[in-house]
């Protein structure tokens, strides 16, 4: 992929930008390190360290499998062990993180199965958050939805991939919190996390996934207060990400979670 030209406009993270934005070679979108202290990503409690680490899931510096140790993290942010370990057990519950005894904690590596059931649980919980903006129509969701467009297609254009994946990504949960249901917008925010995860698991099918047409559709469709059509879109838009996934093409790579967690060279 080119980052310098025709740019993916996948929704969902797609393997292909995820390489665009984390795996290219010297001097093109490097990591600082830790090594200052002023690039250590400033988390004061475990919510924040969560709050990294989710993060750096969903924009997918932390790819599936990647080692999570307690000594890193706890080196990484500068905060105890007690703290680093509440925030991998919470993730865990999220499905975020595998814990297995006496071999410590990993980003969590969904398989074919799972993948479809977090594809399936987005689709239940979305098509209802969808349809429930469509219905409002709120001229400041409408404002609010246009301006992740806007913004997403600026941060391509500017080939800053990484904030363009999670702001595609974080369209989703914009549509949950605009629903009004702060639990559907809670779990949306998790599945969408999860979904990075697969779809830096399983290569695309395609290629590129180009779906950043369906969120520009999806606006139009809540401006015009066409709730049932919105409702169908996200399902077909979400179906069509899954169909798109090669589940026998597996990808896993080592990365260094303290420099993957170090703030990005602007
Ligand atoms: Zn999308």
Excluded: Y
């Amino acid at each position: 992929m080119d980052e310098g030209g025709a740019l993916p406009q996948d929704c969902a993270q797609s393997a292909a930008c995820r390489e665009g934005a984390v795996h290219k070679g010297p001097g093109q979108n490097r990591l600082v390190g830790v090594v200052h202290a002023g690039n250590r990503p400033r988390a004061r409690d475990a919510a924040g360290v969560h709050e990294h680490l989710l993060a750096a899931i969903v924009d997918q510096r932390l790819p599936p499998g990647t080692r999570l140790t307690e000594a890193d993290l706890v080196e990484t942010f500068d905060l105890g062990r007690r703290v680093v370990g509440e925030v991998l057990h919470r993730l865990a519950w999220e499905g975020l993180v595998t814990i297995l005894p006496n071999r410590g904690a990993r980003v969590a590596s969904p398989d074919a199965a799972e993948a479809r059931a977090i594809f399936a649980a987005r689709r239940a919980i979305e098509a209802g958050t969808a349809e429930a903006v469509a219905r409002a129509g709120d001229p400041a969701a409408v404002a609010a939805l246009s301006e992740n467009l806007a913004e997403e297609g600026r941060l391509r254009a500017a080939g800053r991939l990484r904030e363009a994946i999670r702001l595609s990504g974080g369209f989703h949960v914009l549509v949950a919190n605009l629903s009004g249901n702060p639990i559907l917008a809670g779990a949306v925010r998790l599945l969408v996390a999860r979904t990075s995860l697969v779809i830096a698991l399983f290569d695309n099918r395609g290629g590129l996934a180009c779906w950043h047409d369906d969120h520009a559709s999806f606006v139009e469709l809540v401006r015009r207060r066409r709730h049932r059509a919105a409702a169908a879109l996200m399902r077909h838009h979400l179906l069509e990400i899954e169909r798109d996934l090669r589940l026998d093409r597996p990808r896993r790579e080592a990365i260094d979670i303290r420099s993957a967690l170090a703030r990005p060279l602007a």
